[in-house]
């Protein structure tokens, strides 16, 4: 077709605005399952550390990414209000809860998690050698993104070296239901040792999900923690109204 005023070709910043306005559509609807988005296919895994290099600039972040065995690039959600909230709460809540809110490291580049924790450089027994970024938590966190989709992110990080818990939560699209499920690098099965779906009640308890801070913090038993009261931190998961952001979403707090 002959290019006019009113049809003319694509330039390429049209075809990436069509692009993001396609992919925005596909999640922008209240589906709790959606299937991910491919992007395409015959990638290897060569060509896709290449592409996502440091993970700066990346239109759509790497933890929103797959790259799926038979090589096809797939966005698994996006970073929605409901989604990014869940996931700043948790980290400022687990950072407050061991009472040190520098005290993590994070993910490699190749995969990356909604929030990552870890030892530093410094904590005992220091110096620390072998893995550059020791990571022993890493949350995943899904709203549109499929479960099944979300256990595939387990079946990676517990591969990842020095890793001891992956903790999984799925939202619902009005953030009135959350799942989780927390998988301990212990057991020999990849079963989840604790796991639950609840719904947000007005005064609801919360659901309290705990973890050996030893193990978080990569530390011997023969090494003092700062304060006994870290041996077990616990992550209270309670979802709560945000008026801040003048819609409900789910907030992990500690319990008074």
């Known amino acids: 077709m002959t290019s006019t005023s009113s049809t003319r070709s694509k330039t390429a ?13 596909y999640f922008d609807q209240e589906d ?13 895994v060569d ?15 790497l933890r929103f990414m797959w790259l ?7 966005i698994v959600d996006l970073p929605t209000l409901v ?4 996931a700043d709460s948790f ?3 687990f950072n407050h809860a061991v009472g040190n809110a520098s005290e993590w490291g994070n993910a490699l580049p190749n995969k990356e998690a909604d929030a990552t924790f870890g030892p530093k450089e410094s904590t005992p027994p220091a110096p620390r050698t072998g893995i550059a970024d020791l990571v022993t938590l890493a949350v995943e966190i899904g709203r549109s993104q499929t479960w099944a989709s979300l256990e595939q992110a387990v079946r990676w990080w517990l591969g990842y070296p020095g890793i001891e818990y992956v903790l999984l939560l799925k939202i619902s699209a009005r953030a009135q239901q959350m799942r989780y499920a927390l998988y301990d690098s212990s ?3 990849i079963i989840p040792t604790a796991s639950d779906t609840f719904r947000r009640r007005a005064n609801g308890a919360a659901v309290n999900v705990t ?32 008026r801040a952001l003048h819609k409900n979403s789910f907030e992990i707090v500690e319990e008074s």
């Open 83 to 86: 989604h990014e909230c869940t």
């Open 47 to 61: 060509a896709f550390n290449e592409y996502i290099g440091d993970g700066e600039g990346l239109r759509i972040g």
């Open 13 to 25: 910043a049209d075809i990436l605005d069509i692009f993001n306005a396609d992919v925005t559509r």
């Open 91 to 93: 980290k400022k809540l």
């Open 68 to 74: 799926s065995d038979d090589g096809r690039i797939m």
């Open 211 to 242: 973890f050996d801070m030893r193990r978080i913090l990569a530390m011997p038993a023969n090494v003092a923690l700062r304060t006994q009261s870290l041996l077990s931190t616990c992550a209270p998961l309670w979802m709560k109204s945000s």
């Open 32 to 44: 709790d399952e959606l299937d991910p988005y491919v992007v395409c296919d015959g990638v290897s």
């Open 187 to 189: 057991t020999d099965a």
